[in-house]
């Protein structure tokens, strides 16, 4: 079975700086891994992807992840973040020849202030 | 394209009733997912179809959870009845054949039970 820990539940910054949103998995496989995003009164949008090769995936929005297996992290960075980012983010990961099954972590809220 | 559309938006409903959630994929999307979404948390799967067959239900309470897919497309979840616990927004999915790894995601229905 996979588990997913999101380190915070909310990460409150300024608009133009730095984010780093952070997330551990558990797995005995071999993982997919990906963030999903939740705009208010949203459905989840997938922002990105892991599946394999290269460990660092951008989105078109300027975010990106790296895949650290060592580390077992998928942490999202954006380096300078806007008002329209602050949404809740979800990671989430899928182990590979098993159950098809998607585990959520718990969210994490980013507010964005002017 | 149209994305996966979710019926009714927002319930509100005293326990012990009934209700029913409808959901309809994206078109040609043959798995069906719907998810328990419960405040601050991410979303839980609680049954996914290939077609018309439920091949992953373990995590759907029976005593008062039914779904059915008795086409292959759309989709309806059921609580009967409704308690106060089940308070939460539900959330379809839809997917390619056999891809977990390409998930949509409607925008949920938000249930209050009184």
């Known amino acids: 079975a996979q588990s997913v820990t999101q380190l915070d539940s909310q990460v409150p910054v300024f608009e133009e700086a730095p984010v780093e949103l952070r997330c551990n998995y558990s797995?005995?496989?071999?993982?997919?891994l990906f963030w999903y995003v939740q705009y208010p009164n949203q459905g989840l949008q997938l922002l990105l992807k892991y599946l394999s090769g290269s460990t660092l995936v951008e989105s078109i929005n300027g975010f990106e992840a790296e895949f650290n297996k060592s580390q077992t992290s998928f942490h999202l960075r954006k380096p300078s973040v806007h008002i329209s980012d602050t949404a809740e983010y979800f990671c989430a990961v899928l182990g590979q020849g098993g159950s098809e099954k998607l585990v959520f972590g718990k969210g994490t809220k980013l507010t964005v202030n002017p | 394209e149209a994305g996966v559309v979710q019926s009714p938006r927002y319930k509100i409903i005293e326990k012990k009733q009934p209700v029913a959630f409808w959901c309809n994929p994206i078109s040609g999307h043959n798995t069906l997912y719907w998810y328990l979404q419960n405040l601050g948390q991410g979303p839980e799967l609680l049954i996914r179809y290939e077609n018309e067959e439920a091949v992953d239900d373990s995590q759907l309470p029976k005593d008062r959870f039914s779904a059915e897919r008795l086409k292959g497309v759309d989709s309806t979840l059921k609580i009967q009845p409704a308690e106060l616990g089940d308070s939460a927004v539900y959330l379809c999915?839809?997917?390619?054949?056999?891809?977990?790894?390409?998930?949509?995601f409607g925008p949920g229905t938000r249930l209050t039970v009184t």
């Open positions: 999915a839809s997917s390619p054949t056999g891809s977990s790894k390409e998930q949509y």
């Open positions: 797995s005995s496989v071999s993982v997919y």
